[in-house]
């Protein structure tokens, strides 16, 4: 049984996708490219594969962070001054 460096999730098969340009160093695009020839696929899915991975391992920190900013809304909209808000989350460690 060969054994996989990434599996990616069969949910985003069919859905639109975009096109992007991105820059990285050379280095690590070589690593991807060899990643992608042992896989037997091609650099674009290894790399979706491993932000798809990041974004999972991630994805409590993501939600975190969108409840501070929503919580900072929040109080700005009910006329709490800003630095107490930022008193707040100093205090919170966030």
């Known amino acids: 049984m ?7 999730q069969a949910e985003y ?14 280095e690590l695009l070589e690593q991807i490219n060899r990643t992608a020839a042992l896989e037997d696929t091609d650099a674009a899915s290894i790399i979706n594969c491993f932000v798809h991975q990041g ?3 991630n994805k409590a920190a993501v939600k975190r962070l969108e409840f501070a900013e929503h919580a900072r809304k929040v109080m700005k909209g009910q006329g709490i001054n800003q630095d107490t808000i930022d008193e707040i989350f100093i ?3 966030s």
Do not use: F
């Not at 060969?2 to 990616?8: F, G, P, Q, T």
């Not at 098969?13 to 160093?25: C, F, H, I, S």
């Open 2 to 8: 060969k054994e996989l460096v990434c599996h990616i």
């Open 55 to 57: 974004l999972m391992n």
């Open 13 to 26: 098969a069919g859905k639109p996708v975009t096109t992007m340009t991105l820059e990285m160093p050379t």
């Open 91 to 93: 205090k919170l460690g």
